[in-house]
C-alpha cells in the first residue's frame, strides 16, 4: 500500500504560481497513475490531472493550458505545477494513487 503526502500549498494571488508536491512511500507508486484532484469549500471533488508511469499525463479543460503535472519515478514524487493561478483554483489539492489518498494542501487565491 502507498501512503501519500501534499505540500506546497498556501496563499497565492491572482495570476500567480504555485508548486504543489505529492511524496509517496511504500510500494506501488512506479507502475501506477497518480492522479490530483482539488475540493472547493462547499462543492465537490473534482479531477485536476494525472499522469501515468510512462510520463502520458492529462489535464482537466478548467486548467489545461495553466497547469502540468509531472512525476519523478526515482523519487516517488509528483508535482503539480500551478501558473496564472484564478479564484477558482482554490481548495484543498489531494493526490492519490490506486484508491490512497494524501490528506491534502490547502491553496487560497487571494490579493
Known amino acids: 500500500q502507498v501512503q501519500l503526502v501534499e505540500s506546497g500549498g498556501g496563499l497565492v494571488q491572482p495570476g500567480g504560481s504555485l508548486t504543489l508536491s505529492c511524496a509517496a512511500s511504500g510500494s506501488d507508486f512506479t507502475e501506477n497513475v497518480m492522479y490530483w484532484h482539488r475540493q472547493a469549500p462547499g462543492k465537490a471533488r473534482e479531477w485536476v490531472a494525472f499522469?501515468?508511469?510512462?510520463?502520458?499525463?492529462n489535464i482537466a479543460s478548467a486548467v489545461k493550458g495553466r497547469f502540468t503535472v509531472s512525476r519523478d519515478n526515482s523519487e516517488n514524487t509528483s508535482t503539480l505545477q500551478m501558473n496564472d493561478v484564478k479564484p477558482d483554483d482554490a481548495g484543498t489539492y489531494y493526490c492519490?494513487?490506486?484508491?490512497?489518498w494524501g490528506p491534502g494542501t490547502q491553496v487560497t487565491v487571494s490579493s
Open positions: 499522469i501515468n508511469s510512462f510520463g502520458t499525463s
Open positions: 492519490n494513487i490506486k484508491g490512497s
